[in-house]
């Protein structure tokens, strides 16, 4: 069983930054990829970046394209979301998303919801306006 737990959330100003950090059980999260998803009240999940098991490959959600960087520590077993330039549409709570890439030929960066294995309790970003 793969836990991940997710940290860093708040609540911020319009224009502030948040860093948020989602660290994972997973002895294979080097060979994981991950990805970060949110959710607003009453919307569905949504697709915010996904990095590549070797963080050579991140994409981005238009939506936050320019402001928010995604990133990874395989030694730390450790991904983070920087955040920068928060306005109140970017309030939810947001989550990692771990897919442990089994077999590893499959692993690939996908912004569908169903195709990781696990994701965290989610932490809230609140952002005033």
């Known amino acids: 069983q793969v836990q991940l737990v997710e940290s860093g959330g708040g609540l911020v100003q319009a224009g502030g930054s948040l860093r948020l950090s989602c660290a994972a059980s997973?002895?294979?999260?080097?060979?994981?990829?991950t990805a970060w998803f949110r959710q607003a009240p009453g919307k569905e999940r949504e697709f915010v970046a996904a990095i590549s098991w070797s963080g050579s490959s991140i994409n981005y959600a238009d939506s936050v394209k320019g402001r928010f960087a995604s990133s990874r520590d395989n030694a730390k077993n450790t991904m983070y979301l920087q955040m920068n330039s928060l306005n109140p549409e970017d309030t939810a709570v947001y989550y990692c998303d771990l897919d442990l890439c089994i077999p590893f030929s499959t692993c690939h960066i996908t912004r569908v919801p169903n195709e990781y294995d696990y994701w965290g309790q989610g932490t809230q970003v609140t952002v005033s306006s």
């Open positions: 997973a002895r294979t999260f080097s060979t994981s990829t």
